[in-house]
């Protein structure tokens, strides 16, 4: 059952740093940290950067269930980090951050959307295939702990 209908994409704000650290530790991506998260938000890419609140008995949820971190420069959108917390996956949020992502992207002024991913991060990949996005290069190396190959995917907006 998805509840992505009980989920609110909303800005982050550096109240929320502590749970995407976390969240950002327990996915297993490339760490940014709580400085570059807190950074991004004043810079002007601020905007691109949301969190996923689930909506609990009227009130917002204390709880982050996902977010993600997005610049835009240069008429392109980068898709930096995407992650749900591991209770809240397989229910659409990723992709409900990704969408509203990619239309604040493209407000904007962005034309192309590009990410890099784990090559062995087969559910990631499926979700930014089903968003539109192809892979296009192949990075080697590119991740470090464990040491894998990035693929590099584009989105025309």
Same mark, same amino acid.
């Given at each position: ?18 749970? =995407? =650290? ?33 909506? *609990? ?8 269930? @996902? ?14 980090? =995407?992650?749900?917390?591991? *209770?809240?996956?397989?229910? @659409? ?7 509203? *992502? ?32 192809? &892979?296009? *290069?192949?990075? &080697? ?10 693929? =590099? ?5």
């Amino acid at each position: 059952m998805h509840l992505t209908a009980e989920i609110t994409i909303i800005p982050m704000t550096e109240h929320d740093l502590l749970e =995407v =650290v976390e969240i950002e530790e327990q996915s297993g991506l490339s760490r940014w940290g709580w400085a570059a998260y807190y950074a991004e938000l004043q810079g002007h890419n601020r905007s691109l950067m949301l969190i996923a609140r689930p909506k *609990a008995l009227g009130a917002e949820s204390p709880q982050v269930a @996902g977010y993600i971190a997005a610049r835009a420069a240069a008429g392109e959108l980068h898709i930096n980090n =995407v992650a749900v917390r591991e *209770a809240f996956r397989r229910n @659409g949020i990723g992709r409900l951050l990704l969408i509203r *992502a990619l239309e604040e992207g493209k407000r904007l002024g962005a034309s192309s959307a590009f990410l890099e991913v784990r090559s062995g991060n087969l559910a990631a990949q499926s979700l930014y295939e089903k968003c539109g996005f192809v &892979p296009i *290069a192949r990075r &080697p190396r590119y991740y470090s702990e464990p040491l894998e190959d990035a693929v =590099v995917m584009r989105l025309g907006l």
